[in-house]
């Protein structure tokens, strides 16, 4: 095995949503992303202007914010995962470590301004869906990190916190670990990678 990749989201990176729609004045549970998965994926895909994203995002929460705090709204709620960041680190030391992630031109800007514990990733092995233009589950998605930067999935374990999205890696060959609790993660990454 060459190459270890985390997804980045509630993986290295947590976040709560319902931060977001606080800011907009909701209680919590009162909306939902769903709600706006017509705006959030093409954004995710890199087939939506981000104006055209926040102008669209106030439509459907009925937001007055100005676009300056509607963008802090919708950023303002992540928070590092410290313990598998400094296992990620460690990792370094002995494959490839890698990112993909579902994400977008809005969130991903601001959480690698916001958290330097995670300047260790190199550019090159930073792939995101917005740059990528799919998202996961879609195979192509896969199929195309792996073209760009260079690697095999047979030669790869993927870290992910949705079963569907290790599925497909599985199918490609990888190896996968479903990240549902921080414990159980690391001791299957020491399992798998025999690092101690």
Known sequence: MKNIIFDLGNVLINYDFELFFER?????????????????????????????????????????????????????????????????LKLTEHFRVMILSNNDE?????????????????????????????IKPDIRIYHTAADLHDFEWKDSLFVDDKLENIEIARDLGAKGIWHVQDEKTLTELLKITEIK
């Not at 992303?33 to 439509?59: Q, T, V, Y």
């Not at 991903?108 to 330097?116: G, L, R, T, V």
Request: aromatic residues 14%; contains cysteine; hydrophobic residues 40%.
């Open 24 to 88: 907009l004045g909701y209680k919590r549970g009162e909306r939902s992303l769903a709600e706006s998965h017509h705006l959030i994926a093409p954004l995710e895909c890199g087939n939506m202007e981000i104006e055209d994203f926040i102008s669209g995002m106030r439509k459907v929460y009925k937001s007055s914010l100005n676009r300056e705090a509607f963008t802090d709204a919708w950023c303002d709620v992540f928070w590092e995962n410290n313990s598998l960041i400094e296992a990620a």
């Open 106 to 134: 809005l969130h991903f800007p601001y959480i690698w301004e916001k958290f330097s514990s995670l300047h260790f990733f190199q550019d090159s092995d930073i792939m995101i869906s917005s740059r990528l233009r799919y």
